[in-house]
T-cell receptor, first 114, second 113 residues
Framework: DVKVTQSSRYLVKRTGEKVFLECVQD?????MFWYRQDPGLGLRLIYF???????EKGDIPEGYSVSREKKERFSLILESASTNQTSMYLC?????????????FGDGTRLSIL | QKEVEQNSGPLSVPEGAIASLNCTYS??????FFWYRQYSGKSPELIMS????GDKEDGRFTAQLNKASQYVSLLIRDSQPSDSATYLC?????????????FGSGTQLTVLP
């Protein structure tokens, strides 16, 4: 089974802090994704990566950055946290084969910015 | 225009009934479709994948794909209270990156004991 592990289930930070969310997958997947999910807004893609050191912006990249130094690890960085970044953050990974592969999600991090 | 549409519900069915969840998509070139189940406060869990027209069965779940009509459905037979969750439909669109999924907003299902 695919295992996607997010470093924290719950996180509380203060406005202006730099926040790191970590995600690790154990299935040698090429693609990794960061989403946020808010009530009534569904899943929104922040960034994704299809290879080490490669990244592409998703639908809502503003206020976020990402890092992928190793294939199994994909980090989401909130450069200066704001209260409107309070949300559920979900990491996912998938295999790179002609786009027919589903994404597998981690357990999520519920982030609160005070 | 949202590319994957789902009826948000809530959909309520009695225990033991068949629950029918529907999804339509706008990108005619979409090839791959997935159903995810998401319990409240939890992350989405993949339950079905379907790639070709027709039905695909897995236990109590049946996914149906009709590319001509551009819809995907999920049937849950003998519904149980533990099936109460939000169900997300997702597709791989022809346009844009083939690595991405387009998600619907989900249908909330409640199975009444």
């Amino acid at each position: 089974d695919v295992k996607v592990t997010q470093s924290s289930r719950y996180l509380v930070k203060r406005t202006g802090e730099k926040v790191f969310l970590e995600c690790v997958q154990d299935m040698d997947h090429e693609n990794m994704f960061w989403y946020r999910q808010d009530p009534g807004l569904g899943l929104r893609l922040i960034y994704f990566s299809y290879d080490v050191k490669m990244k592409e912006k998703g639908d809502i990249p503003e206020g976020y950055s990402v890092s992928r130094e190793k294939k199994e690890r994909f980090s989401l960085i909130l450069e200066s946290a704001s209260t409107n970044q309070t949300s559920m953050y979900l990491c996912a990974s998938s295999l790179e084969t002609a786009g027919n592969q589903p994404q597998h999600f981690g357990d999520g991090t519920r982030l609160s910015i005070l | 225009q949202k590319e994957v549409e789902q009826n948000s519900g809530p959909l309520s069915v009695p225990e033991g009934a068949i629950a029918s969840l529907n999804c339509t998509y706008s990108d005619r070139g979409s090839q791959s479709f997935f159903w995810y189940r998401q319990y409240s406060g939890k992350s989405p869990e993949l339950i079905m994948s379907i790639y070709s027209n027709g039905d695909k069965e897995d236990g109590r779940f049946t996914a149906q794909l009709n590319k001509a009509s551009q819809y995907v459905s999920l049937l849950i037979r003998d519904s149980q209270p533990s099936d109460s969750a939000t169900y997300l439909c997702a597709s791989v669109p022809l346009s844009g990156s083939a690595r991405q999924l387009t998600f619907g907003s989900g249908t909330q299902l409640t199975v009444l004991p």
